[in-house]
């Protein structure tokens, strides 16, 4: 690898190293732009879903069908043709579908960290978020109303699903990095809420919003890019940050061998 290695342990320690590599969030990420502008271009959901198809098939191939990549490709593409055909589309089919397709296509797969952690993430995604969002809205009546402050709709509109989705991919995660890794992160509830949420509204989107400006004219995307890089150097420093908490992230030990703290 060519990362820095202090700037992988910090992400190692925050159990986001996900964000340094392309994963099925950001392809996600990606869809849901691109198909945006479409729609917003004035194009039909029917006619946006088919055009979103060959792109995501495309992007997968050019960045690498490592599980993760071909899970979300999958599973989006399964998502468009629902959508443009009008099917009613279910995420635990998909989720399967796209675990039976990878795994005839390579079985040894199954025995990937890369291919558990994304599949048993999303699978907790599917089953629990939902769940857990739904629960705490209930404990906060009247947060969601239009007569609610602004600052409780957005808790409840934008806080609790994020922080619902980090504490079941965490909770999904956890148990195996501590063993394939010996690394156990309490902190990654924060990590993935801060990190992820900053790369998910920030620079993945300005990244997108420079590729296009620049496939316009080039210059376009040099005040883009300056920002960005900018907007990573804060990224960093967040993790260098969240890595250094005391007992943020501890050291563990698989059976028989001895733990050690930080």
Known sequence: SDIDPKIQDSFVRTNTLHILAISGQQLMLIFLILFGILRAAGLSQRAGALVCIPAMILYGAAVGWQPSVARAVLMIVLLLAGMAFDRKVRLARMLAFAAIILLIANPRDAFDIGFQLSFLAVLFLIVFA??????????????????????????????????????????????????????????????????????????????????????????????????????????????????????????????GEAAEWP
């Open 130 to 255: 939902g769940p857990f969002t739904a629960w705490c809205k209930r404990r906060l009546p009247g947060w969601d109303g239009a007569a609610a402050p602004w600052w409780k709709r957005i808790t409840v509109g934008a806080v609790l699903p994020l922080l619902g989705a980090s504490l079941v991919c965490w909770l999904a995660s956890g148990p195996l990095t501590a063993w394939r890794f010996q690394w156990f992160s309490p902190v990654t509830l924060i990590a993935n809420l801060l990190i992820v949420g900053w790369v998910s509204a920030l620079t993945i989107p300005l990244g997108f919003l420079s590729l296009l400006l620049g496939s316009v004219w080039i210059p376009l995307a040099y005040p883009i890019n300056a920002v960005n890089g900018v907007l990573t150097q804060g990224l960093l420093a967040m993790s260098h940050a969240l890595a250094a908490v005391p007992y943020g992230s501890l050291r563990v030990a698989r059976p």
